[in-house]
């Protein structure tokens, strides 16, 4: 059965750091982008960052020296690490897997594979 599993969500001051995990079963991330994106209810879902097969990388530039994203191939896991959180990155964060090798996009349509949502909260 083919899963993702996002994990790491909660509640931090602003200021402070989380770290997002997301975890694949029935398929290798290592052969795909993988996409963290997030969303606010009663906004449209935005990218937030990805991460290609070659490991070159993307950020929405809301996050740019704030957040990082990360494979773990041998664990079959994509991270993401934020930093300096604030409250307007509060969201629903997904993770999202796209088959078409090398590529670096927010396009949602072309991740054909998503996670259930982590949720992070940035409140003091």
């Known amino acids: 059965q083919l899963q993702f599993v996002e994990s790491g969500g909660g509640l931090v001051q602003p200021g402070g750091s989380l770290r997002l995990s997301c975890a694949a079963s029935?398929?290798?991330?290592?052969?795909?982008?993988i996409g963290w994106f997030r969303r606010v209810p009663g906004k449209e879902r935005e990218g937030v960052s990805c991460?290609?097969?070659?490991?070159?990388?993307l950020y929405a530039d809301s996050v740019k020296g704030r957040f990082t994203i990360s494979r773990d191939n041998a664990n079959n896991t994509v991270s993401l690490q934020m930093n300096n959180l604030k409250p307007e990155d509060t969201a629903v964060y997904y993770c999202?897997?796209?088959?078409?090798?090398?590529?670096?996009?927010?396009?949602?349509?072309?991740?054909?594979?998503w996670g259930q949502g982590t949720r992070v909260t940035v409140s003091s």
């Open positions: 991460i290609n097969v070659v490991e070159a990388t």
């Open positions: 999202a897997a796209a088959s078409t090798r090398g590529i670096l996009t927010f396009r949602s349509a072309d991740f054909g594979f």
């Open positions: 029935g398929f290798t991330l290592s052969y795909l982008t």
